[in-house]
């Protein structure tokens, strides 16, 4: 956003020079990025006119002119085309620097000499034109500085504008903030118009039939407008704000924006095609050639202004080519209206363009400065262009957006500002920035409608403190509150999971949160996903609503590096889009996997991981956070083999999936080994979790224990029958645990060897053999009786 300085200077009477303007405005929050000055080619340019114009012989692209300075005459060669005798136009004199810090000397060219040049407009900074030399009104006096003449000598300020800022976007906007910092008030330019009766409202008729994406659409319409070139002070505001002039309609519209930040658009009303408007969506498919002469094809995120039959502009962005303004349009249908900040933005997305308006558009415009912004433009096209307003205007705003009534508590404001500012500051602060402000204990804040920004207490604090200024709050002497933000509970359980898992032997990867939509699907049929709508690539096609996917991609890519050993996990998240009567979903989960070998050590050798390897992991972090007794509920999920899948309870609810990935899962990552996978709900785990329980003293009796070599049949469910050998067991089994599973060739076929270790010990006596053989017995005729078993004791 640029800004010229002396017009700032207009709109708020305010006499501080450019930088210190700048400094103000940044410490408020509008951040300055620089400050230019308009004037640094203009020091010894000067008003001359051109009294003679000679060819040189042999030159057929450059002439001999003689222009008057006022003390004196100089001869010029001029290589310009336009050049004609009568003109007023800027001449550098010898000793001036040109654009491109050119010194202008005196020279000889093809054997004439040359004092000086006359200037295009881009050779003195003014704009980049280099059609032709500058030609000034012929009012200019002869010999005056350029600078002066045009009262240039100006400054251009450029911002850095953050989004939430769309008033900003204007000259008023901007000014509002510098005269709250001044205590002055914003000198709104007075408009005064002369209305025909012949009423707009027979002329045109204007229909929404989309008010999400245009709650408000205002028309005018002028009649006998002359089209031609713009007066000098409009011209140089535009040049200033990096706009080029274009013609006094289009000039007009441009400077209403750049003056109020509400976008106009003016079209030819004998090209419209009709005396209907209406704002619809684009058909999906529909074709349209906008202004820069492309046609383009258009998707029902497009809002478009139609005549009724066809479309002339698309909504908030850009004209259309049929019914732009010409030298030969005399009747002007003038648009003003609010268009949906998320609307334009998908629109502007869609065709692949920023405009001045649609950049406006997409921050929030006023919608209840449109009558005075349309009013203003139609007071222009009256004087300027000699139009005829006709009279009133047409308005299509069904319900109107309201400001909104914010509390705003000055004991609550000094809190937080760590200052003792009277409620009556606090109250001219906010008036100085147009917010109507009622109350004494508390003040009753109406927000208008330019700051859509402002919606908590906390937001009318922030701007109390910009405009009292950050550097008036003293320096606290002493802290109130915490030295440090207080953790995230959720934060402080996963970082001790990541400690628990790197201590024993896991990895910790991340994954970037997207997945293969048809893997996904794959692994987990029917599981609703969040689709990109414009995917980098088609393996990166959806929000991933599961973790595995990642852990298997790195997994893969470490294989492929030869590191076969893995045992990785990840703390992330799963998305899911609405569905079964909830809402957008991110749920945090924990994945494990596990490959390749076990580590070795001097104990034990290097062994392929199986099953127990990865239930070992998950029994770790349930003893850690005490979480109930889980239940493996075998199950069937697509992705794991299915007589190595399990449901995780605990306490009757689901905490998650374990088992084994399918060999056909595992080949498809090229990964030929077998691969142990699960994946934690944390939210249940964290809600599971319980705190650490009450000391319990060493035991001072002896354990006995006793070992089983169970051969039972494959189908058996082993967590079945240690279920039932606790329960004949009773309270004297300290623990029981597997220490063992085959199935081999000393085994008959389809049956399996489970080896049981039961370590019996009482709290309170030492256990005779006679009650822990009896024990023993009743457990191998249990085992005998319900589940067919071949018991070996050991």
Not at 665 to 683: C, G, M, N, S, T
Request: charge should be negative; charged fraction near 25%.
């Amino acid at each position: 956003m640029r800004i010229s300085y002396l017009w700032l200077k207009e709109l708020t009477g305010l006499e501080w020079s450019a930088e210190e303007m700048a400094e103000r405005l940044t410490l408020c929050g509008i951040a300055n990025e620089e400050v230019t000055s308009t004037a640094k080619y203009l020091d010894k340019v000067v008003v001359g006119e051109v009294l003679e114009v000679h060819p040189v012989e042999g030159a057929s692209r450059i002439r001999r002119t003689i222009v008057d300075v006022g003390r004196e005459k100089l001869q010029v060669i001029c290589g310009a085309p336009n050049v004609a005798v009568g003109q007023k136009v800027p001449v550098a004199q010898v000793g001036a620097k040109v654009a491109g810090e050119v010194e202008i000397k005196a020279a000889k060219i093809r054997g004439v000499d040359s004092a000086g040049m006359i200037c295009a407009e881009d050779e003195l900074g003014i704009s980049s034109d280099h059609a032709g030399i500058m030609v000034l009104d012929p009012s200019a006096p002869v010999g005056a500085a350029l600078k002066d003449h045009l009262e240039y000598d100006d400054y251009i300020l450029g911002f850095e504008l953050t989004p939430n800022r769309g008033d900003a976007w204007s000259a008023i906007g901007i000014a509002r903030d510098l005269a709250a910092l001044g205590g002055v008030t914003v000198k709104r330019p007075e408009i005064k118009l002369r209305e025909s009766l012949e009423k707009t409202s027979i002329v045109i008729k204007v229909t929404s039939d989309d008010l999400i994406g245009c709650p408000r659409y205002a028309g005018r319409v002028i009649r006998n407008i002359k089209v031609g070139p713009s007066p000098w002070w409009i011209k140089k505001k535009l040049l200033t704000a990096g706009i080029r002039p274009i013609s006094n309609v289009v000039d007009i519209t441009n400077l209403v924006m750049l003056e109020c930040g509400n976008p106009l658009h003016a079209f030819d009303l004998e090209q419209f095609g009709s005396n209907e408007v209406v704002v619809r969506r684009a058909i999906q498919g529909e074709k349209f050639t906008t202004l820069d002469g492309l046609e383009r094809t258009l998707t029902s995120q497009v809002l478009m202004i139609t005549n009724g039959k066809h479309g002339v502009a698309v909504a908030g962005i850009m004209g259309g080519l049929h019914s732009e303004v010409t030298e030969k349009t005399t009747t002007l249908l003038l648009e003003a209206a609010y268009f949906s900040p998320i609307v334009i933005r998908r629109g502007r997305k869609e065709l692949g363009m920023v405009t001045e308006s649609s950049a406006r558009f997409e921050r929030g415009v006023d919608p209840n400065n449109i009558q005075y912004a349309i009013d203003r433009a139609a007071a222009l096209f009256q004087d300027i262009c000699g139009g005829e307003v006709l009279g009133g205007t047409v308005d299509c705003y069904p319900q109107k957006i309201e400001s909104k009534q914010i509390a705003l508590r000055p004991d609550r404001c000094r809190a937080i500002m760590g200052t003792d500012l009277p409620a009556a500051r606090m109250k001219a602060i906010l008036e100085g920035l147009e917010f109507q402000v009622t109350g004494e204990a508390t003040l009753a804040v109406t927000v208008p409608t330019f700051r859509s920004d402002i919606s908590t207490e906390i937001d009318l604090i922030e701007e109390v403190a910009r405009i009292h200024g950050w550097g008036n709050i003293a320096d606290a002497v002493e802290n109130v509150g915490p030295l440090y933000s207080p953790a995230n509970a959720e934060d402080i359980y996963e970082n001790e999971l990541r400690r628990i898992l790197n201590g024993i032997g896991f990895d910790e990867v991340l994954g970037h949160g997207l997945a293969d939509g048809r893997l996904a699907e794959m692994m987990n049929p029917g599981l609703p996903q969040v689709k990109i709508s414009n995917p980098v690539s088609d393996d990166l096609s959806i929000m991933r609503n599961s973790l595995l996917p990642s852990a298997l991609g790195i997994a893969s890519h470490n294989v492929s590096h030869r590191i076969t050993d893995l045992r990785l996990f990840e703390l992330g998240r799963a998305y899911f889009p609405p569905c079964s009567g909830r809402d957008w979903t991110e749920e945090e989960r924990l994945s494990l996997l596990v490959t390749g070998n076990s580590p070795a050590n001097w104990r034990d050798k290097a062994r392929p991981v199986d099953f127990y390897d990865l239930k070992a992991a998950v029994e770790t972090l349930a003893l850690h956070y005490h979480l109930p007794t889980f239940e493996y509920v075998p199950t069937s999920v697509a992705y794991l083999e299915r007589e190595i899948s399990f449901t995780i309870h605990a306490d009757g609810q689901p905490l998650g999936i374990v088992g084994k990935l399918t060999d056909q899962l595992a080949k498809k990552f090229d990964i030929r080994q077998d691969v142990y996978a699960a994946e934690l709900y944390l939210p249940v785990m964290m809600r599971l979790s319980r705190a650490l329980g009450k000391f319990s003293p060493l035991p001072i009796y002896p354990a006995a224990p006793r070992d089983l070599a169970i051969v039972i049949d494959q189908s058996i469910k082993v967590g079945e029958m240690l279920d039932r050998i606790k329960n004949v067991a009773g309270p004297l089994a300290e623990s029981i645990t597997v220490f063992d599973v085959y199935a081999g060739k000393q085994i008959e076929q389809g049956k399996k060897s489970i080896g049981v270790a039961i370590v019996y010990r009482s709290p309170e006596r030492s256990l005779s053999s006679d009650e822990i053989d009896a024990a023993q017995q009743a457990i191998m005729k249990t085992l005998r009786d319900e589940f067919r078993a071949d018991i070996r004791e050991k």
